[in-house]
């Protein structure tokens, strides 16, 4: 039987996606203590501190909320009466604006920053999220290592699976890995500028969704699923 194949430009721009969320997972732990889109790891994260000293209870409650206020968000807009691209795209361009409006806010050192940085990137997390489930590829439907890995040598020959997605996992895993370095190294630097280059990248990915008939993307459009 034969395997359903993936949009490739989906593919691409979910790929970019995870590269983005590698950078701001490793940005949110650094500066706000909390992850503002792997919630799994915020609820672990809310659950040691309250056996130690520091307790992160109160922001770790408030991005899960926040989430879940992006998540509903996105709900709702996925199933609007457009093609599944258009919609990724629609989620992506308002990520994309409001990781922008965050890194704004971080700039200009706006009182309570801490906190409306942190409620705006876990919004703009949840929608994210609900955005790569509409993509619906495999293993990406939320960008974390666990699933990408698993999949990766469950599916081998070695298991004696087809191997497919092979690439596509690979590069996947090592976008994330290689977010997560560029996120912390330019959070030294600069947070905001931090942000703002990952808002870029997922304004970037929307973007090449938009565009059609490009002869740069040709070969995007031909060539087989990763």
């Known amino acids: 039987m034969k395997t359903q194949s993936h949009d490739p430009r989906l593919v691409i721009a979910v790929i970019m996606v995870t590269v983005a969320m590698g ?39 408030l991005a899960i909320s926040s989430y879940l206020v992006g998540a509903a968000l996105g709900g709702r807009l996925v199933r609007r009466a457009h093609s599944r691209r258009r919609t990724v795209a629609d989620l ?34 949840g929608l994210q999220t609900s955005a790569t489930r509409h993509a619906q590829v495999t293993d990406l439907t939320l960008p974390a290592a ?18 497919r997605g092979t690439w596509r996992r690979l590069a996947a895993i090592f976008g994330l890995f290689g977010g997560a370095v560029l996120g912390a190294w330019a959070s030294s630097l600069s947070v905001p ?28 459009e031909n060539v087989s699923p990763l």
């Open 146 to 163: 666990t699933l990408l890995l698993h999949g990766l040598v469950h599916d081998s020959r070695l298991a004696g699976g087809p191997a």
């Open 23 to 61: 950078a701001l997972d490793a940005i949110s732990l650094t500066h706000l203590q909390v992850f503002t889109g792997y919630m799994t790891a915020t609820v672990i994260l809310i659950a040691v501190h309250l056996v130690s000293a520091q307790s992160i209870l109160g922001p770790g409650l």
């Open 193 to 220: 500028i931090a942000i703002a280059l990952v808002g870029l990248t997922i304004t970037g990915a929307g973007f090449l969704l938009y565009l059609r008939d490009h002869p740069l993307l040709e070969r995007l």
């Open 92 to 125: 992506l361009m308002g990520v994309g604006a409001l990781i922008l409006a965050a890194a704004a806010i971080w700039w200009v050192d706006m009182t309570w920053r801490y906190y409306v940085t942190l409620v705006v990137l876990a919004v703009a997390m």
